[in-house]
């Protein structure tokens, strides 16, 4: 198994806090990816990075930001939680050789009241 | 319409059948391809990762690419209880980002 943890595995917030979500891995791979998974709508990427402070948008960046200040860990902000956040987050990793897949986490469960 | 299409099922099959999971595309730049498999409450797992068109055998497990048809095929011999799980398909063009399928859950019946 790919070395990546997420943390919390489950939380339960209110509407308008802030909720920061953590993926920590062991692999060294220069790639980190954050995705919610929705009924319906599959994985959709929220943001990525392609090393240390360098980070992009995705198809589904509103209302969402990142941070990479090491390798390892790469963190998922919501800076006032909504109920439409409400959703599965997945971490996944991928190497820095030429066009390999991504490996997942096994997601953050968070729901927005 | 989507650039990935894939039936949400679920398939129910008996154990021990060959399993068939589709999926068609529009975008014809797609190179990468690959199958993942989600266990409830857990994260894809990679299954099959292939360039281009052809086959590809593991195990089990064989992924097909038919690019000209731009559709793309998992199957599943001797399928067992364990491989009860939703599959989802995926694929690449280059760096560019992974599009997914909505996934494909399957139950094998003992």
């Known amino acids: 198994d790919a070395g990546i943890t997420q943390s919390p595995r489950h939380k339960v917030t209110e509407t308008g806090t802030p909720v920061t979500l953590r993926c920590h891995q062991t692999?060294?791979?220069?790639?980190m990816y954050w995705y919610r998974q929705d009924p319906g709508h599959g994985l959709r990427l929220i943001h990525y990075?392609?090393?240390?402070?360098?980070?992009d948008k995705g198809e589904v960046s509103d209302g969402y930001s990142v941070s990479r200040s090491k390798t390892e860990d790469f963190l998922l902000t919501l800076e006032s939680a909504t109920s439409s956040q409400t959703s599965v987050y997945f971490c996944?990793?991928?190497?820095?050789?030429?066009?390999?897949?991504?490996?997942f986490g096994d997601g953050t469960r968070l729901s927005i009241l | 319409q989507k650039e990935v299409e894939q039936d949400p099922g679920p398939l129910s099959v008996p154990e021990g059948a060959i399993v068939s999971l589709n999926c068609t595309y529009s975008?014809?730049?797609?190179?990468?391809f690959m199958w993942y498999r989600q266990y409830s409450r857990k994260g894809p797992e990679l299954l099959m990762y292939?360039?281009?068109?052809g086959n590809k055998e593991d195990g089990r497990f064989t992924a097909q690419v038919d690019k000209s048809s731009k559709y793309i095929s998992l199957f599943i011999r001797d399928s067992q209880p364990s491989d009860s799980a939703t599959y989802l398909c995926?694929?690449?063009?280059?760096?560019?980002?992974?599009?997914f399928g909505t996934g494909t859950k399957l139950q094998v019946i003992p």
């Open positions: 996944a990793i991928s190497s820095d050789t030429d066009n390999q897949p991504q490996h």
């Open positions: 990075s392609y090393g240390v402070k360098d980070t």
């Open positions: 292939t360039y281009s068109s």
């Open positions: 975008n014809s730049a797609f190179q990468y």
């Open positions: 692999e060294n791979h220069r790639y």
């Open positions: 995926a694929m690449r063009k280059g760096y560019q980002k992974v599009t």
